[in-house]
């Protein structure tokens, strides 16, 4: 387990994740609140296999990470309703550091 510092924002917005996190065998967990204000742990999978390097640095990483959600429900305004898609691909961008 490395501590890391992130910066994590999909692609083509303009909202960041910021923070300490920790990469755990090629994954990068980040704390999260959700809507309800439950606590949980966000998951991003193989970040380090999927970021490279930083030139002139040891220790910073970049790179694209696209998720797969199954099974999401989206509110469609028109039939006032919840519809559920099967698949949903999210890409971010993910920075990060690793400190101490």
Excluded at 2 to 31: A, M
Excluded at 69 to 80: A, H, L, Q, S
Aim: with cysteine.
């Amino acid at each position: 387990m490395q501590k890391v510092v992130y910066s994590i924002s999909k692609v083509n917005r303009d909202e960041k994740l910021k923070g300490v996190g920790y990469i755990v065998e090629n994954d990068l967990l980040i704390p999260a609140i959700s809507s309800k204000c439950n606590a949980y742990i966000r998951v991003f999978d193989d970040v380090t296999k999927k970021c490279t390097p930083i030139s002139d640095t040891n220790n910073e990483f970049k790179g694209y990470v696209s998720m797969c959600y199954t099974n999401v429900n989206v509110y469609n305004k028109e039939k006032e309703r919840y519809d559920t898609l099967e698949n949903v691909e999210t890409t971010y961008y993910i920075w990060f550091k690793y400190i101490d």
